[in-house]
Nanobody
Framework: QVQLVESGGGLVQAGGSLRLSCAAS????????MGWYRQAPGKQRELVAI???????NYADSVKGRFTISRDSAKNTVALQMNSLKPEDTALYYC?????????WGQGTQVTVSS
């Protein structure tokens, strides 16, 4: 089993910054990718950013140039630096890990951006 624990969410004014962190533990050998998804009320969960072990980092068009994802393979952590936040970034942010054919999710951390 894999456990993902997120931290760093909160309330921020538009234009501000937040940094999300996620730590993975458990059976975490052979990780293929880690990243972040988000889900706003009434909307489907969507990709924010993902960093595969092999391949290029992907960002949603809506966050390109504002968000930066980084992964520490030695510590099995992934972080999301979010700058120039907008009210439309308000959502529950989920840490994601893919290992083989299995995907794992954190419990989510709330990000609220006030206008």
């Amino acid at each position: 089993q894999v456990q993902l624990v997120e931290s760093g969410g909160g309330l921020v004014q538009a234009g501000g910054s937040l940094r999300l962190s996620c730590a993975a533990s458990g059976s975490i050998s052979s990780i293929h990718a880690m990243g972040w998804y988000r889900q706003a009320p009434g909307k489907q969960r969507e990709l924010v950013a993902i960093v595969p072990v092999f391949g290029t980092t992907n960002y949603a068009d809506s966050v390109k140039g504002r968000f930066t994802i980084s992964r520490d393979s030695a510590k099995n952590t992934v972080a999301l630096q979010m700058n120039s936040l907008k009210p439309e970034d308000t959502a529950l942010y989920y840490c994601y890990l893919r290992r083989g054919s299995f995907t794992y999710w954190g419990q989510g951390t709330q990000v609220t951006v006030s206008s």
